[in-house]
């Protein structure tokens, strides 16, 4: 599976912004989907991920009520509304995808594949 990260970009304190990563192969659905981030000097986060069918969703604290993941098997993408946005979201986010195991969606070494990640920068 390759991915390929889109839609960061540079954004006021309060705004929105709406990322996309479009995955190659015709095993997408199979994969549970995550947008991980990473700020400066900081260890790469979890920020959000959605099962298989996308029934089942899980956000990290700190943006639960602002960030909405979402995906659509049939066109192989998935998604990440971000809302709200705050300085502290600045950061490269990557989205990744991880094969059927009993392995943590929380967990960065739970996930097989990884976009190359796309930069978003909130100003205050």
């Known amino acids: 599976v390759q991915l390929q990260a889109s839609g960061g970009g540079l954004v006021q304190t309060g705004g929105s912004l709406r990322l996309s990563c479009a995955a190659s192969?015709?095993?997408?659905?199979?994969?549970?989907m995550a947008w991980f981030r990473q700020a400066p000097g900081k260890e790469r986060e979890f920020v959000a991920a959605?099962?298989?069918?996308?029934?089942?969703?899980w956000y990290a604290e700190s943006v639960k009520g602002r960030y909405t993941i979402s995906r659509d098997n049939a066109k192989n993408t998935v998604s990440l509304q971000m809302n709200s946005l705050k300085p502290e979201d600045t950061a490269v986010y990557y989205c990744?995808?991880?094969?059927?195991?009993?392995?943590?969606?929380?967990?960065?070494?739970?996930?097989?594949?990884w976009g190359q990640g796309t930069q978003v920068t909130v100003s205050s």
């Open positions: 990744a995808a991880k094969a059927p195991s009993f392995k943590s969606v929380f967990a960065v070494t739970a996930y097989n594949y």
């Open positions: 192969g015709r095993t997408f659905s199979r994969y549970t």
């Open positions: 959605i099962e298989m069918t996308g029934g089942s969703t």
